[in-house]
């Protein structure tokens, strides 16, 4: 195990487009404390948050991966960038894949900018060959284990790049929420029973053969959690690129998609400044990024969240994130349950202004 006790998280604000990757450089140096853990031909997992092919802020900023991914490189680790987009995008069962590739969708959300030769989809290594079975002691919400990416093994390391986005499901999709990604897809479709508008879920997985059965546990947030017990030893860090932020609806760019038909999209919000955070504690993060989240909400305009109210009606956990202190949202509460780390306490700031370094700490500390 390596041991990172600089529990700090690093925020640094972007004043043009054009600091944006010596920004990165910065805030992600720092957070590593210089990539301290890191040794020639090291085998480094980034996990981006690729749910489907819409662009970035649906997906991870295509420069959060390029820049990192470079560093490593440079600094003679094996890079490997891994996801496997949600079901309704890719459908993956154990006849093989269905439907869907997350590679395609990585080469579309980064507009065919970002290197692909790295990148690997997790539904392509096959569905006994690619994952493995894990249960501990820390994940009683899913009382017969998980099957997950053997990349998760594999790697030496692994980095969360998330985006910032509300979530339909689970009313955000931040780091936690970025390692469902890891899960093969009898394991997602387990999870997702727990959870409000399962049904689009199961019909998306139509024709694979997958059982999706409720087991009325109730234990939505904390399976979504517990995923993390997996890697707990090899997560480093937890970045975020947050320029853009979906303040609606969420994970993809609109709720449905008919053929050319888009319905619901969701509201995109503009951070003045941008952000670039990141920490080695993924609670600290996971409650700095919630507290920004709340703040874009309440400054967003009302029509966007009406809409959204109206349309998801009382299964709104967008809605009920907005009423929910951040030391007491489930992601929050189950992650120190576990002992993943502790919110966010420790903040250093770079080219952030006072007020709104006053706003999110009046938010993180509220009760």
Not at 152 to 169: E, G, N, V, Y
Not at 248 to 257: D, K, S
Not at 271 to 286: N, R, Y
Request: proline letters at 5%; charged letters at 25%.
């Amino acid at each position: 195990m390596v041991s990172m006790k600089d529990e700090t998280t690093y925020v640094n604000g972007i004043k043009s487009d054009k600091l944006l990757k010596s920004n990165i450089e910065d805030v992600f140096f720092k957070s590593t404390r210089d990539l301290e853990w890191l040794s020639p031909d090291d085998i480094v997992l980034l996990k981006p948050a690729l749910n489907s092919h819409y662009p970035y802020p649906s997906t991870t900023h295509p420069q959060a991966v390029q820049v990192i991914s470079r560093i490593l490189t440079d600094k003679g680790a094996k890079v490997v960038v891994g996801d496997q987009s949600g079901i309704r995008s890719v459908l993956h069962h154990p006849g093989g894949v269905l439907r869907g590739s997350t590679r395609d969708n990585f080469i579309k959300a980064s507009k065919g900018t970002a290197d692909e030769e790295n990148f690997i989809s997790f539904e392509e290594e096959g569905w006994e060959e690619g994952f493995y079975h894990y249960k501990s002691s820390k994940t009683p919400s899913w009382p017969d284990g998980f099957y997950l990416t053997h990349w998760i093994k594999k790697a030496d390391h692994i980095i969360s790049l998330p985006r910032l986005s509300t979530h339909t499901q689970a009313g955000a999709t931040l780091g936690f929420k970025n390692m469902v990604g890891c899960l093969r897809d009898d394991s997602r479709l387990e999870f997702h029973t727990n959870g409000p508008y399962n049904f689009p879920i199961k019909n998306g997985a139509r024709g694979s053969g997958l059982k999706s059965v409720n087991d009325h546990s109730g234990t939505f947030f904390e399976k979504i959690v517990e995923i993390s017990d997996a890697l707990r030893e090899k997560l480093r860090i937890t970045l975020f690129v947050a320029t853009q932020a979906q303040t609606t609806f969420g994970p993809n760019r609109q709720l449905l998609e008919i053929g050319k038909l888009k319905i619901a999209k969701a509201y995109v919000s503009n951070l003045k400044p941008g952000l670039v955070f990141a920490s080695v504690d993924p609670v600290a993060t996971e409650s700095f990024a919630l507290a920004i989240l709340k703040y874009l909400r309440i400054s967003s305009p009302i029509l966007p969240k009406t809409f959204e109210r109206l349309l998801l009606l009382s299964k709104n956990n967008t809605n009920k994130m907005d009423k929910t202190h951040v030391i007491d949202h489930p992601y929050i509460q189950h992650s120190m349950k576990l002992g993943f780390g502790e919110i966010a306490s420790e903040i250093e700031y770079e080219n952030v202004s006072d007020h709104i370094q006053q706003i999110v700490d009046e938010i993180l500390n509220s009760t």
